[in-house]
């Protein structure tokens, strides 16, 4: 498991056969997220869930509950699945090609968010004034 936070001293008792790796960032973090088999995404309530395309991102499958979040990064099959039943979750996700997952996030890349956040600027027809500041009789 990589990350801590405040269930952590639980979790180590409640599974002490498990890895614990702690909160992990840049290439440590890549190389261990591509190491796993599935990201296995235990949260009902995070709304966008960043970690999920990291995860892609290293070609890794996400399982997780079909909440908001994930409902919206989870492509069943090409990506992760998603189950009320996390176990169930998992078994199908192991079946998950990783270069699919890879391929899936393509549209989160900063070039392509660049490229969205551009074609959604707006060209303002009103004149600014000399200190960039409009005219409140406009």
């Given at each position: 498991?990589?990350?801590?936070?405040?269930?952590l001293a639980g979790l180590r008792r409640d599974y002490p056969e498990a890895?614990?790796?702690g909160a992990k960032r840049g290439e440590e973090l890549a190389s261990l997220l591509a190491a796993a088999d599935v990201f296995v995404f235990p949260s009902r309530t995070?709304?966008?869930?960043?970690?999920?395309?990291?995860?892609?991102?290293?070609?890794?499958?996400?399982a997780a509950f079909p909440v908001?979040?994930?409902?919206?990064l989870v492509r069943e099959g090409e990506n992760g699945c998603l189950d009320s039943d996390l176990r169930a979750a998992v078994e199908r996700a192991l079946q998950v090609d990783r270069a699919s997952c890879r391929e899936s996030v393509a549209a989160y890349s900063w070039e392509a968010c660049t490229r969205q956040f551009v074609a959604n600027l707006a060209v303002n027809p009103r004149p600014v004034g000399a200190r960039g500041f409009r005219n409140r009789a406009d």
């Open positions: 498991m990589i990350g801590d936070g405040p269930a890895r614990f790796f995070d709304t966008f869930g960043l970690v999920l395309l990291e995860a892609m991102a290293c070609g890794v499958p996400v908001t979040g994930p409902r919206f």
